[in-house]
């Protein structure tokens, strides 16, 4: 196991790009502290690290969608990992399976797996 | 086309995911400030902001290894994108294909593809 003093944390913290294991659809983005990376491991459940509301944050905690880490790999400069999950619903708090839902033309291709309203 | 002075720069930058057209394998992450995005836009070959060289930085200048821009997909808080590429080479600077070669055990499961001390 590397050992997670050694990676590259900037501000405490490092990138986590979150990747669908079957789909291979890349879902969301998010930041990790070292707490965060560890409960994950520990858990086998994604754990983010919330910026704005400055904690530790269970993904899914309120909507049930959880995020089942089947396997994590590392950048060459240590400074982001790459997690692969089996996402239950969806990433994207808008609804959406993944939060990259849109084309630089500002046009809709993502798949609505929920209505918001009805899980927040 | 999405305005490109709604998206949500931190510091002027925004990040880049970086995945594979075909393969889907999530290959790279950089930041892009909006000259950057611009030109990638422009020209349909990856250009970066290289934070460390503090330029703007077209990926595979040197190497050769470019990265022919298929789409770019934004997320929904507007501050990542999403670019699906056809990579020329390798986009690691260890000669991997991808920069997430390795797992969290620091083993190799990544695909080299070319020698860093003949390219560089």
Same mark, same amino acid.
């Given at each position: 196991?590397?050992?997670?003093?050694? #990676?590259?944390?900037?501000?405490? +913290? *490092? +990138?986590?790009?979150?990747?669908?294991?079957?789909?291979?659809?890349?879902?969301?983005?998010?930041?990790?502290?070292?707490?965060? +990376?560890?409960?994950?491991v520990?858990?086998?459940?994604?754990?983010?690290?919330? &910026?704005? &509301? !400055?904690?530790?944050?269970?993904?899914?905690?309120?909507?049930?969608?959880? !995020?089942?880490?089947?396997? *994590?790999?590392?950048d060459?400069?240590?400074?982001?990992? #790459? #997690?692969l999950?089996? !996402?239950?619903?969806?990433a994207?708090?808008?609804?959406?399976?993944?939060?990259?839902?849109?084309? #630089?033309?500002?046009?809709? *291709?993502?798949?609505?797996?929920?209505?918001?309203?009805?899980?927040?």
């Open positions: 196991m590397i050992d997670f003093g050694t #990676l590259k944390y900037e501000n405490d +913290l *490092i +990138l986590a790009i979150v990747q669908d294991r079957v789909s291979k659809e890349v879902i969301m983005c998010a930041y990790m502290n070292r707490e965060a +990376l560890e409960k994950t520990e858990t086998g459940v994604a754990h983010y690290w919330s &910026r704005s &509301r !400055q904690k530790l944050w269970k993904k899914g905690e309120t909507s049930g969608h959880v !995020q089942k880490v089947e396997e *994590i790999r590392i060459c400069d240590m400074d982001s990992v #790459l #997690l999950v089996d !996402q239950i619903g969806g994207c708090h808008m609804g959406y399976r993944s939060c990259f839902y849109r084309n #630089l033309e500002g046009k809709i *291709i993502g798949e609505k797996v929920f209505e918001p309203d009805e899980v927040y």
